[in-house]
T-cell receptor
Framework: KAGVTQTPRYLIKTRGQQVTLSCSPI?????VSWYQQTPGQGLQFLFE???????NKGNFPGRFSGRQFSNSRSEMNVSTLELGDSALYLC????????????FGSGTRLTVV | AQTVTQSQPEMSVQEAETVTLSCTYD???????LFWYKQPPSRQMILVIR??????QNATENRFSVNFQKAAKSFSLKISDSQLGDAAMYFC?????????????FGQGTTLQVKP
């Protein structure tokens, strides 16, 4: 059974550019969440999608957006990149139901220069 | 709002010994789930153990067990017979039992060093 796949693994972008990160969940998982991990702020929740609908959104500016497709694959987009957006972006998927833990991908390391 | 606190930024343990990582949380909800995740240098977060708040019995997974004290809002992880492969950052996480959210709230993490 394939795990959660995130692409690309590494990305270097320039300030002001935009970036799109991709996440393919485990087959059958309809819930996908995104997290930003930095040394200073730790793991912060970005947003959660379930059946193509955004169910929750974290406290991030509107430059951060996402979507989920009918096959449960998800993308997140960051526009007008800032140096502070440099982070590890983690995607996680889960079966429906709060009792299940999330399975995480290996993340995308974004560096903004 | 719920919060999760891990007060030990770093811990170390001798191989084959036992170590306990601490976690406290704050919530007004009565039904929720608690998790411990491990993040090795490979970056992938791995689920170590899960506890349902409505269950009084502490969860156990092989060498990993928890001490869940609901009234004290404490959820510690005990690793027995520590192995070199246990070296990683460990995160405690909270998830509401509400079906309307899958959001995980994480603690700051504890880096565990295992000495041979």
């Amino acid at each position: 059974k394939a795990g959660v796949t995130q692409t690309p693994r590494y990305l270097i972008k320039t300030r002001g550019q935009q970036v799109t990160l991709s996440c393919s969940p485990i087959s059958g998982h309809r819930s996908v969440s995104w997290y930003q991990q930095t040394p200073g702020q730790g793991l912060q929740f970005l947003f959660e999608y379930f059946s193509e609908t955004q169910r929750n959104k974290g406290n991030f500016p509107g430059r951060f957006s996402g979507r989920q497709f009918s096959n449960s694959r998800s993308e997140m987009n960051v526009s007008t990149l800032e140096l502070g957006d440099s982070a590890l972006y983690l995607c996680a998927s889960s079966l429906p139901g709060a009792s299940y833990g999330y399975t995480f991908g290996s993340g995308t390391r974004l560096t903004v220069v | 709002a719920q919060t999760v606190t891990q007060s030990q930024p770093e811990m170390s343990v001798q191989e084959a010994e036992t170590v306990t990582l601490s976690c406290t949380y704050d919530t007004s909800e009565s039904d929720y789930y608690l998790f411990w995740y491990k993040q090795p240098p490979s970056r992938q977060m791995i689920l170590v153990i899960r506890q349902e708040a409505y269950k009084q019995q502490n969860a156990t997974e092989n060498r990993f067990s928890v001490n869940f004290q609901k009234a004290a809002k404490s959820f510690s992880l005990k690793i027995s017979d520590s192995q070199l492969g246990d070296a990683a950052m460990y995160f405690c996480a909270y998830r509401s039992a509400s079906s309307n959210t899958g959001k995980l709230i994480f603690g700051q993490g504890t880096t565990l060093q295992v000495k041979p």
